[in-house]
């Protein structure tokens, strides 16, 4: 079954004026609020969201969530994970092995079959955005706790692939991941 599906907001003439605005991305909007991100991120082309939808934060508790609000460090540091400092295209995410978070954390990317995984989670859907960010709407929360910082200037032989598995066959595939770090 295919869950990738993957927009032009040119094209789908979304009644949505940021994919954002959709009724499936309204708690991580607000987690975004919360963390003073969101006017940041929403007129950046420049950015990539990694959005859980509604039916991923089902995961934790109300009083999980709460926390997570009442703890503006632990919120920064979740919502950082989810922003990535570039804009993604569907082409871009699927041949990536590794992307950097704006915390500058690790986070893995994968193929399965016809799917992608973004750590655990499975990306539904990327709507790259005339204006605004680019949305990739997954599956899951995404476990920003206990990731690998990596800076390639300081760490040059770090073992890649210890962080992310056997994704990284070659070291064709470490080095790109390894430049993807040194750029923005």
Do not use: W
Request: aromatic share 10%; glycine share 2%; net charge positive.
């Amino acid at each position: 079954m295919q869950r990738l599906v993957f927009t032009f907001f040119i094209l789908s003439f979304s009644v949505f004026a940021n994919e954002l605005d959709a009724p499936s991305f309204t708690m991580f909007k607000q987690l975004l609020k919360e963390a003073n991100r969101l006017q940041s991120v929403i007129g950046s082309r420049a950015i990539s969201l990694l959005a859980p939808t509604n039916q991923a934060f089902k995961e934790l508790s109300t009083e999980q969530i709460n926390e997570l609000i009442n703890n503006k460090d632990e919120l920064i540091a979740f919502v950082d994970y989810h922003i990535i400092e570039h804009s993604l295209s569907f082409n871009r995410l699927k041949n990536s092995k590794a992307l950097k978070s704006k915390s500058n954390k690790l986070i893995k990317v994968s193929n399965k079959n016809s799917d992608i995984l973004i750590n655990d989670s499975f990306v539904l859907s990327v709507d790259v955005q005339r204006k605004g960010p680019t949305v990739v709407a997954i599956d899951k929360i995404l476990n920003y706790q206990n990731q690998v910082s990596y800076n390639p200037q300081t760490e040059p032989n770090i073992d890649l692939n210890k962080y992310l598995g056997t994704c990284l066959k070659s070291p064709i595939d470490q080095f790109f991941v390894k430049v993807a770090f040194l750029q923005k």
